[in-house]
């Protein structure tokens, strides 16, 4: 199946989701330019980490007029796999394709650790590999991941289950100390109505193999992967395993 | 003309950077502040015929660009140029 | 002329803007006239201590600079070395103190943007960064101000760039509380046919410039001082260099991008002295001349004279000398990357500077004899007088509760935890990452090939004050032994030197003393210097900074097989004591930090025994059942055993034997090990082959360090001194 | 008392924000846009007897801690309370 990983100026994990797709994976995989509006066939699309335009005037905001930003929305309204990470997860924001807005972490700095996710769901492409409930350690690296939304938004999006991802402590407990950037309820990743647009602060693409020391992350990747192959529907029963591929 | 655009988070919005000021400020002996709100500011030269279009132009900046209307509230000042 | 009216040029100007002794007449028989102004201002920049090593040159040469792994060495934008499998690493280091001391944020942003174009130029992808930094006494004027600017501006810079800060140093001493030192380190990588050198070729070849507008940013400090400034208008001053970390990146995306075509013939970035070193370095080590117009360079602001334009240090700036008739394929490249890029000037037969503006001639300057006449000096050398006393011995102060001196020493900024730091800086992005910062060393590896690089710099400027060439030596020495931890095999070093006035005949002397340190101990470990980069001055109102040889040095692992890391990974592990113990306080950290006393003579480097322990540490790392390598430096024995507990929470029991101060000493050539019981053995006899004393000093497990001395047992929980550990740094700081 | 504080990055700095955002808007339709300036801006409370007093604390607020007058310059607008 043809991956494709948007390349804007300043994005700079582009590489390294390249890197796993491709070399990790083996699948088909394009780089697309920001002033492309043609996705090149491409079934899942990755909107990449980074600072987009240096990030600045707000994380993502200039990234999300690009012309490439444009193709991307038709694409996940045609139910195409679009995911988000990091400067993505923003740059979707900024766009409309996901609610939300990401202000900066609540400690003013930028934070580069390892935090531990609660899998919110798995019937999602992206999470079909995972369990419900299973905790993941991945690293974050960003200044501006404060997730914000007004209170009743919030309440529709847990409705609908639009939360994928939420920060934990290691022991999966809901804790303060655990959302290290102080996200409204604790979000670290969102996907939308249909599923197939998710986003998230943390990097899978970070620990995806076992010389980073982590590979929680390759699963996520894996799931988009066999989703489109093995379309959606199958995905919960499909999780088992965990983490592993 | 020439203009200022002011972006603040909206008073919902939490704001730990005016907060954080305050408290530095406090630290250092500014005991008499009770509040602090962290905001941009833009100053914005171009071309425009009157200051309808001006103004018309500068909240469309606004609204694509220069503010998240999600968390932020603008409000936007022509400073000269802006006679007609 | 533009706005202002050139000052006349004279030997009183000339000194005004840094030239001394007579190396004013010298310029002024070398071009057989009195200079222009600008003239003036190019060669009183070429001719600083910055450019030109002036002082510092005639000592340079004494370090082994060729091996079989050296690809460049010393000269050109980085050093290269060969890693093996078709590729080659670059890297360098350097030094931004002034600036950030002046404009923390700015000035430590800014370094870092400067060493990544250093790195790039060459053609090499950057991927990894080091920052090395020592501030002043925690507590001193400003401190906290500068910790925060200077650790925001590495890490905003370099994380909006998207390379990974990895490793460094954070040192705290008094004798820093007027001129902190920001030395900032990167490393690239190339296949071995991708390097570029910065070396100009083909007359009428065209020259570009490419990147941000040229503003009045960090005009040589020495024109400030200069009588026709002072009456112009403020706006007239130079202004404090702003990094522009997203223009880097795009650069650095477009310039690798254009080094892929064959149309770039040189590149090199606008450094210290902007377009004037760019381009005379350029053409110096090509033999030719060339000639600008200067009306053609970008500005920011509209009224720069040449003088300014020739001088500026704006960032984010390069000049490329193109191929002939390929300038439109250049152009595409840097327009795509919506990058400004224009031909400003030509390559020339005759090795003449020629500088146009506004239809003018404003300098006309044969280029070699200005590298040839260049001056160079052999300062002046004194032992200081203060020596004797500063080498007496201290003695050795009671020890009635070690571990809790212990703990003392874990609670100082200076050995505590610098998570508060390097959580600022993204130190996984690339995914390259193996060992981050918090080991001995860290570790890349590099895609498309077996290899790993390791990465660490290095230096006590508590044994360079009180011995400058032992403490040179053991500089290089802790940094080899820290990537011996991981595994490495040295393959070359950078440096960057930070010393007070060379003109002080003591500080002379320091810098002589350790530099001939660092080249004994070079030679003596085979780790040839590649690049490297001198910061003199570095004082306030005569109180100089301690002297501060920072070593940065590679090294390679080859195959990505299981490293040894610095901390405790299984229980039951043994804990091997490898290396001699001769009961050395002198500079210690324990004397330094608890006893408020600098004195002695810091511990002897012996290299012999370096040697021996490195390749020992190799040796073991490849044989399997070695978790744990960590080295002991600051702090001595307890310290690294204390460090060793923290990464997996895993305590240990030890027995040591001598005097308690066994347990703070520093003696050198020294590295704890954990091995799996069944790998003991084995272990051994390498020890005895080797040459390597070992000691077997008991075992990992349990949630408590307990240290064995004598008849009596300290004991304290991990999670207790962790603590203590974890919030020395953000307690002191306030943070 | 409230007053707005406005921080610039002085004229000659580089403003690397501005220029993108300039940038920024040009590619999306505002041609008439020929320059941006960024900066910060400040809404304080605080108390304070008269004006005088007030003007010159805020002054030394921005001295202390909201500007860095190495690299910018600002400026203070009282905005209400500001009777006496
Ligand atoms: N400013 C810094 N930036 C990045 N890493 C740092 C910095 N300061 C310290 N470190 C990291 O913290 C760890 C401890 O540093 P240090 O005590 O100097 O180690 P060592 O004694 O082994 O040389 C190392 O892994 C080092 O890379
Ligand atoms: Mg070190």
């Given at each position: 199946?043809?991956?494709g990983?948007?390349?804007f100026?300043?994005?700079?994990?582009?590489?390294?989701v390249?890197?796993?797709l491709?070399?990790?994976l083996?699948?088909?995989?394009?780089?697309?330019?920001?002033?492309?509006?043609?996705?090149?066939?491409?079934?899942l699309?990755?909107?990449?980490?980074?600072?987009?335009?240096g990030?600045?005037?707000?994380?993502?905001?200039?990234?999300?007029?690009?012309?490439?930003?444009?193709?991307?929305?038709?694409?996940?309204?045609?139910?195409?796999?679009?995911?988000?990470i990091?400067?993505?997860?923003?740059?979707?924001l900024?766009?409309?394709?996901?609610?939300?807005?990401?202000?900066q972490?609540?400690?003013?700095?930028?934070?580069?650790?390892?935090v531990?996710?609660?899998?919110?769901?798995n019937?999602?492409?992206?999470?079909?590999?995972y369990?419900?409930g299973?905790?993941?350690?991945?690293?974050?690296?960003?200044?501006?991941?404060?997730?914000?939304?007004d209170?009743?938004?919030?309440?529709?999006?847990e409705?609908?289950?639009?939360?994928?991802?939420?920060?934990?402590?290691?022991?999966?407990?809901d804790?303060?100390?655990?959302?290290v950037?102080?996200?409204?309820?604790?979000?670290?990743?969102?996907?939308?109505?249909?599923?197939?647009?998710?986003?998230m602060?943390?990097?899978?693409?970070?620990?995806?193999?076992?010389?980073?020391?982590?590979?929680?992350?390759?699963?996520?990747?894996?799931?988009a992967?066999?989703?489109?192959?093995?379309?959606?529907?199958?995905?919960?029963?499909?999780?088992?395993?965990?983490?592993?591929? | 003309?020439?203009?200022?655009?002011?972006?603040?988070?909206?008073?919902?919005?939490?704001d730990?950077?005016?907060?954080?000021?305050?408290?530095?400020?406090?630290?250092?002996?500014?005991?008499e502040?009770?509040?602090?709100?962290a905001?941009?500011?833009?100053e914005?030269?171009?071309?425009?015929?009157?200051?309808?279009?001006?103004e018309?132009?500068?909240?469309?900046?606004?609204?694509?660009?220069?503010?998240?209307?999600?968390?932020?509230?603008?409000?936007?000042?022509?400073?000269?140029?802006?006679?007609? | 002329?533009?706005?202002?009216?050139?000052?006349?040029?004279?030997?009183?100007?000339?000194?005004?803007?840094?030239?001394e002794?007579?190396?004013?007449?010298?310029?002024?028989?070398?071009?057989?006239?009195?200079?222009?102004?600008t003239e003036?201002?190019?060669?009183?920049?070429?001719w600083?201590?910055?450019?030109?090593?002036?002082?510092?040159?005639?000592?340079l040469?004494?370090?082994?600079?060729?091996?079989?792994?050296?690809?460049?060495?010393?000269?050109?934008?980085?050093?290269?070395?060969?890693?093996?499998?078709g590729?080659?690493?670059?890297?360098?280091?350097?030094?931004?103190?002034?600036?950030?001391?002046?404009?923390?944020y700015?000035?430590?942003?800014?370094?870092?943007?400067?060493?990544?174009?250093?790195?790039?130029?060459m053609?090499?992808?950057?991927?990894a960064?080091?920052?090395?930094?020592r501030?002043?006494?925690?507590?001193a004027?400003?401190?906290?101000?500068?910790?925060?600017?200077?650790?925001?501006?590495?890490?905003?810079?370099?994380n909006?760039?998207?390379?990974?800060?990895?490793?460094?140093?954070?040192?705290?001493?008094?004798?820093?509380?007027?001129?902190?030192?920001?030395n900032?380190?990167?490393?690239?990588?190339?296949?071995?046919?991708g390097?570029?050198?910065?070396?100009?070729?083909?007359?009428?070849?065209?020259?570009?410039?490419v990147g941000?507008?040229?503003?009045?940013?960090?005009?040589?400090?020495?024109?400030?001082?200069?009588?026709?400034?002072?009456?112009q208008?403020?706006?007239k001053?130079?202004?404090v260099?702003?990094?522009?970390?997203?223009?880097?990146k795009?650069?650095?995306?477009?310039?690798?991008?254009?080094?892929?075509?064959?149309?770039?013939?040189?590149?090199?970035?606008?450094?210290?002295?902007?377009?004037?070193?760019?381009?005379?370095?350029?053409a110096a080590?090509?033999?030719l001349?060339?000639?600008?117009d200067?009306?053609?360079?970008p500005?920011?602001?509209?009224?720069?004279n040449?003088?300014?334009?020739?001088?500026?240090?704006?960032?984010?700036?390069?000049?490329?000398?193109?191929?002939r008739?390929?300038?439109?394929?250049?152009?595409?490249?840097?327009?795509?990357?919506?990058?400004?890029?224009?031909?400003?000037?030509?390559?020339?037969?005759?090795?003449v500077?020629?500088?146009?503006?506004?239809?003018?001639?404003?300098?006309?300057?044969?280029?070699?004899?200005?590298?040839?006449?260049?001056?160079?000096?052999?300062?002046?050398?004194?032992?200081?007088?203060?020596?004797?006393?500063r080498?007496?011995?201290?003695?050795?102060?009671?020890?009635?509760?070690?571990?809790?001196?212990?703990?003392?020493?874990?609670?100082?900024?200076?050995?505590?935890?610098?998570?508060w730091i390097?959580?600022?800086y993204?130190?996984?992005?690339?995914?390259?990452?193996?060992?981050g910062?918090?080991?001995?060393?860290?570790?890349m590896?590099?895609?498309?090939?077996?290899?790993s690089?390791?990465?660490?710099s290095?230096?006590?400027?508590?044994?360079?004050?009180?011995?400058?060439?032992t403490g040179?030596?053991?500089?290089?020495?802790e940094?080899?032994?820290?990537?011996?931890?991981?595994?490495?095999?040295?393959?070359?070093?950078?440096?960057?030197?930070?010393?007070?006035?060379?003109e002080?005949?003591?500080?002379?002397?320091?810098?002589?003393?350790?530099?001939r340190?660092?080249?004994?101990?070079?030679?003596?470990?085979?780790?040839?210097?590649?690049?490297?980069?001198?910061s003199?001055?570095n004082?306030?109102e005569?109180?100089?900074?301690?002297?501060?040889p920072?070593?940065?040095?590679?090294?390679?692992?080859?195959?990505?097989?299981?490293?040894p890391?610095?901390w405790?990974?299984?229980?039951?592990?043994?804990?091997?004591?490898?290396?001699?113990?001769?009961?050395?306080?002198?500079?210690?950290?324990?004397?330094?930090?608890?006893?408020?006393?600098?004195?002695?003579?810091p511990?002897?480097?012996?290299?012999?025994?370096?040697?021996?322990?490195?390749?020992?540490?190799?040796?073991?790392?490849?044989?399997?059942?070695?978790?744990?390598?960590?080295?002991?430096?600051?702090?001595?024995?307890?310290?690294?055993?204390?460090?060793?507990?923290f990464?997996?929470?895993?305590?240990?029991?030890?027995?040591i034997?001598?005097?308690?101060?066994?347990?703070?000493?520093?003696?050198?050539?020294?590295?704890?090990?954990?091995?799996?019981?069944?790998?003991?053995?084995?272990?051994?006899?390498?020890?005895?082959?080797?040459?390597?004393?070992v000691?077997?000093?008991?075992?990992?497990?349990?949630?408590?360090?307990?240290?064995?001395?004598?008849?009596?047992a300290a004991?304290?929980?991990?999670?207790?001194?962790?603590?203590?550990?974890?919030?020395?740094?953000?307690?002191?700081?306030?943070?």
């Amino acid at each position: 199946m043809k991956c494709g990983v948007v390349v804007f100026p300043g994005s700079n994990c582009d590489h390294d989701v390249y890197h796993v797709l491709g070399h990790v994976l083996g699948h088909e995989t394009s780089l697309l330019w920001h002033q492309d509006t043609d996705l090149q066939g491409c079934e899942l699309v990755v909107v990449p980490g980074g600072f987009s335009y240096g990030d600045y005037l707000r994380a993502g905001s200039m990234a999300a007029l690009s012309p490439i930003v444009g193709a991307v929305r038709e694409h996940a309204d045609r139910g195409g796999l679009v995911l988000g990470i990091c400067n993505g997860f923003q740059i979707l924001l900024e766009g409309g394709l996901l609610p939300g807005a990401m202000r900066q972490n609540h400690n003013l700095r930028f934070l580069c650790q390892d935090v531990y996710l609660r899998v919110e769901r798995n019937d999602l492409p992206f999470t079909r590999r995972y369990d419900v409930g299973q905790i993941l350690r991945m690293p974050i690296a960003h200044a501006e991941g404060c997730y914000q939304n007004d209170e009743d938004a919030l309440d529709a999006l847990e409705a609908r289950g639009g939360v994928a991802f939420r920060y934990v402590d290691a022991d999966g407990q809901d804790a303060d100390a655990a959302n290290v950037n102080g996200s409204a309820r604790a979000i670290a990743g969102l996907c939308n109505e249909a599923g197939n647009v998710m986003a998230m602060m943390p990097h899978p693409e970070r620990c995806a193999e076992e010389l980073m020391g982590n590979v929680d992350g390759l699963a996520l990747f894996a799931g988009a992967l066999d989703a489109v192959t093995e379309p959606l529907g199958r995905g919960a029963t499909a999780a088992a395993g965990g983490a592993t591929v | 003309m020439k203009a200022r655009v002011t972006v603040y988070p909206r008073a919902q919005v939490l704001d730990p950077q005016g907060r954080a000021i305050a408290q530095a400020l406090g630290r250092v002996g500014f005991d008499e502040v009770t509040e602090v709100r962290a905001g941009k500011s833009f100053e914005i030269e171009f071309e425009a015929d009157d200051r309808a279009e001006a103004e018309a132009r500068l909240e469309q900046m606004c609204e694509t660009l220069l503010a998240n209307t999600v968390v932020e509230d603008y409000s936007v000042t022509l400073l000269e140029g802006a006679t007609a | 002329m533009s706005a202002l009216a050139e000052p006349s040029v004279d030997g009183a100007l000339a000194s005004e803007l840094g030239l001394e002794g007579d190396e004013y007449e010298t310029l002024v028989s070398l071009l057989g006239r009195d200079p222009s102004y600008t003239e003036l201002g190019i060669v009183s920049a070429l001719w600083s201590e910055h450019c030109s090593y002036k002082s510092s040159k005639v000592y340079l040469k004494e370090f082994p600079t060729e091996g079989p792994t050296v690809v460049e060495g010393p000269g050109e934008n980085a050093g290269v070395v060969d890693i093996g499998y078709g590729w080659v690493a670059a890297f360098k280091m350097e030094s931004h103190n002034h600036p950030s001391f002046i404009e923390p944020y700015q000035g430590a942003a800014t370094g870092v943007g400067g060493i990544l174009r250093d790195v790039f130029t060459m053609g090499a992808r950057p991927i990894a960064c080091l920052d090395s930094l020592r501030f002043g006494d925690i507590n001193a004027p400003r401190m906290r101000h500068l910790v925060d600017g200077v650790v925001r501006g590495i890490g905003d810079y370099g994380n909006c760039v998207g390379i990974p800060t990895v490793g460094g140093e954070t040192g705290f001493h008094s004798s820093y509380n007027g001129n902190i030192l920001v030395n900032a380190f990167a490393l690239g990588v190339a296949r071995r046919e991708g390097i570029f050198l910065a070396k100009a070729e083909g007359v009428g070849n065209p020259i570009l410039y490419v990147g941000s507008r040229t503003g009045r940013d960090g005009i040589h400090g020495a024109t400030m001082a200069s009588e026709s400034f002072d009456d112009q208008s403020e706006a007239k001053r130079p202004t404090v260099q702003v990094g522009d970390p997203f223009t880097e990146k795009v650069l650095l995306e477009a310039c690798l991008e254009a080094m892929k075509t064959d149309c770039v013939v040189a590149i090199q970035d606008m450094g210290a002295a902007g377009l004037t070193s760019s381009c005379f370095e350029m053409a110096a080590r090509g033999g030719l001349g060339f000639r600008l117009d200067l009306s053609h360079v970008p500005l920011r602001e509209p009224d720069l004279n040449p003088f300014e334009i020739m001088l500026s240090e704006s960032q984010e700036r390069m000049v490329v000398m193109a191929r002939r008739g390929r300038e439109d394929e250049l152009e595409r490249i840097f327009r795509r990357w919506e990058l400004e890029v224009v031909p400003i000037g030509e390559l020339t037969e005759g090795g003449v500077a020629e500088l146009d503006f506004g239809g003018r001639r404003v300098a006309q300057i044969p280029i070699a004899p200005l590298t040839s006449e260049a001056p160079e000096y052999t300062r002046p050398v004194e032992v200081p007088s203060s020596l004797p006393a500063r080498q007496a011995d201290p003695g050795v102060p009671e020890i009635a509760d070690p571990m809790g001196d212990l703990q003392r020493l874990l609670g100082t900024p200076e050995l505590g935890d610098k998570g508060w730091i390097v959580r600022q800086y993204d130190h996984t992005v690339r995914t390259n990452t193996v060992i981050g910062p918090g080991g001995d060393a860290a570790l890349m590896r590099v895609k498309d090939t077996p290899v790993s690089l390791a990465l660490t710099s290095d230096v006590n400027p508590s044994y360079c004050f009180l011995d400058p060439r032992t403490g040179g030596a053991q500089a290089v020495a802790e940094a080899a032994r820290n990537l011996a931890c991981v595994g490495a095999r040295p393959v070359g070093l950078t440096d960057c030197l930070n010393f007070a006035s060379p003109e002080n005949p003591e500080i002379a002397w320091q810098f002589r003393e350790c530099v001939r340190g660092m080249a004994e101990a070079c030679e003596a470990l085979g780790v040839p210097v590649v690049s490297g980069n001198v910061s003199f001055y570095n004082e306030t109102e005569g109180s100089p900074v301690h002297p501060t040889p920072t070593v940065a040095m590679v090294g390679v692992v080859e195959g990505v097989a299981d490293s040894p890391v610095s901390w405790f990974r299984a229980e039951g592990d043994r804990i091997l004591l490898l290396g001699r113990d001769s009961a050395e306080l002198g500079g210690s950290a324990f004397l330094r930090l608890l006893h408020d006393c600098e004195q002695g003579r810091p511990p002897a480097v012996d290299l012999d025994a370096e040697a021996r322990l490195g390749a020992l540490l190799r040796r073991l790392a490849l044989t399997g059942g070695l978790h744990t390598a960590h080295d002991i430096s600051n702090g001595g024995l307890a310290v690294a055993l204390a460090e060793a507990t923290f990464g997996r929470d895993l305590g240990a029991r030890v027995r040591i034997e001598g005097a308690p101060a066994a347990l703070f000493s520093e003696s050198q050539a020294r590295a704890i090990v954990a091995i799996a019981p069944d790998s003991v053995n084995e272990a051994l006899a390498a020890t005895t082959e080797l040459g390597v004393p070992v000691a077997e000093i008991g075992e990992v497990g349990g949630t408590d360090l307990a240290i064995i001395n004598g008849g009596d047992a300290a004991v304290c929980g991990v999670a207790d001194i962790k603590q203590t550990w974890l919030e020395a740094l953000p307690s002191a700081l306030d943070m």
